[in-house]
């Protein structure tokens, strides 16, 4: 196909912001990452100190609180997406009454903003008003401050976050349910094919696509969660539920030292990138 030699020109300025807006951060942010600042009389300078930094995270106790936090968070990988697709094949089906209610409700969490979600679980989660307190004591249970306790408040966040999330994978599932023929069904249970085998042979084989988006865009928003657990916090900043991309925020912001939290950029990425391909690389070999 000929395509003219000019178009590559209107390419120009989308490579030009890229580049200021995304190649140069990265590198500035990792070149700053092998730094420190001193001050001295007055003024402040950064020193090269290789691998300090690094050592530095490895060796703080916060850094791994941070780094389990993380891992907590990805609760919300299977969560939002066994969700998503329950909610996609109950969307899909054409006799479902009350169709339109339901789509609205299920897309509510991913339509308002984060920092309306979490205003709305910091009410609900409430240890004297909140819905799920004034149900645990009509059941004869006493109150509980979820948001308030370091072993529960993480697992808020998660139910939270999974909630304002579940619209996007159950829009991602629907749209792949949408594009499987349907003459693939009708052949199966022309030879005698149940729902679950129809499910397991045609239907989990043909949504990759969406696994692999779902999968990636999850993980992503998972561990870069900020704005839920700062509106979540219970204290502030709120550090037993602090995963590696709010406590980036803290060290830059509360102890100004920009150097580590350029490290901890480079370990946040360098999770996400090697996660990612290694499930790409999973998801081609099925």
């Not at 968070?73 to 009454?97: E, N, S, Y």
Request: aromatic share 16%; net charge positive; proline share 6%.
């Amino acid at each position: 196909m000929y395509q003219s030699p000019t178009l590559k020109y209107f390419l120009f300025p989308a490579f030009i912001l890229m580049g200021i807006f995304v190649v140069y951060p990265v590198i500035f942010t990792v070149i700053l990452s092998f730094y420190t600042e001193v001050t001295t009389e007055g003024q402040v300078y950064t020193i090269f100190i290789g691998l300090s930094n690094y050592i530095k995270a490895f060796n703080d106790p916060r850094f791994w609180i941070a780094f389990k936090n993380s891992l907590i968070l990805l609760l919300i990988v299977p969560l939002a997406m066994g969700i998503g697709l329950g909610f996609a094949l109950l969307l899909h089906r054409k006799d479902i009454i009350g169709k339109t209610i339901l789509r609205t409700l299920v897309m509510a969490g991913m339509v308002v903003p984060p920092v309306i979600v979490g205003i709305t679980w910091l009410l609900a989660l409430d240890p004297w008003a909140g819905i799920y307190n004034k149900l645990l004591q009509l059941l004869g249970f006493p109150p509980r401050a979820y948001l308030y306790d370091p072993e529960t408040s993480i697992y808020a966040v998660v139910l939270a976050a999974t909630w304002a999330w579940v619209g996007f994978t159950t829009t991602t599932f629907i749209a792949n349910l949408e594009a499987i023929p349907k003459e693939l069904y009708e052949s199966a249970a022309i030879d005698g094919a149940g729902p679950v085998k129809m499910f397991l042979t045609i239907t989990l084989p043909l949504l990759r696509p969406s696994l692999i988006v779902n999968f990636v865009m999850t993980m992503l928003y998972a561990l870069k969660l900020f704005d839920i657990i700062y509106v979540l916090g219970a204290e502030s900043p709120p550090l037993h539920t602090a995963p590696l991309a709010y406590y980036m925020y803290y060290v830059m912001w509360f102890r100004y030292d920009y150097c580590y939290a350029a490290t901890l950029a480079v370990i946040l990425t360098a999770i996400v990138l090697l996660a990612s391909f290694w499930y790409l690389r999973k998801m081609v070999k099925l």
